[in-house]
């Protein structure tokens, strides 16, 4: 796994944590066992882990999402600024382009 996807990993990780271990925990089952989606795979797709987020806590997944943001942000030494009309993947996706 390369840097960028290890840094959003660690902040998916660190962004649930947040809610409580349990909480992290129990979200990681139902991603896994009910959209398919495995713990590993969230990096390699981050729009299906917004998309299940979304499906969870509806638009209440942006607090958790923007946690995230922020969380990748430090972690690759990028600054994080909020920009109009911005949702999450145009953040990850700039974020990957900024560190190459």
Same mark, same amino acid.
């Given at each position: &796994? =390369? =840097?960028?996807?290890?840094?959003? *990993?660690? @902040?998916? =990780?660190?962004?649930?944590? +947040?809610? %409580?271990? %349990?909480?992290? %925990? %129990?979200? #990681?089952?139902? /991603? +896994?066992? #009910? ?11 981050? +729009?299906?882990? &917004? ?7 509806? +638009?209440?997944?942006?607090?958790? /999402? ?6 990748? #942000? @430090?972690? /690759?030494? /990028? @600054?994080?600024?909020?920009?109009? $009309?911005? $949702?999450? &993947? =145009? #953040?990850?996706? *700039?974020?990957?382009? *900024?560190? $190459?």
């Amino acid at each position: &796994m =390369d =840097d960028f996807h290890g840094a959003l *990993q660690e @902040a998916v =990780d660190e962004a649930l944590l +947040e809610l %409580s271990e %349990s909480v992290r %925990s %129990s979200l #990681y089952w139902f /991603l +896994e066992n #009910y959209r398919d989606l495995k713990r590993e795979e969230i990096p390699l797709k981050p +729009e299906e882990f &917004m998309k299940a987020l979304k499906a969870i806590f509806g +638009e209440g997944a942006d607090i958790i /999402l923007k946690w995230v943001v922020r969380k990748l #942000y @430090a972690k /690759l030494g /990028l @600054a994080f600024e909020e920009k109009a $009309g911005w $949702g999450f &993947m =145009d #953040y990850v996706k *700039q974020a990957e382009k *900024q560190i $190459g």
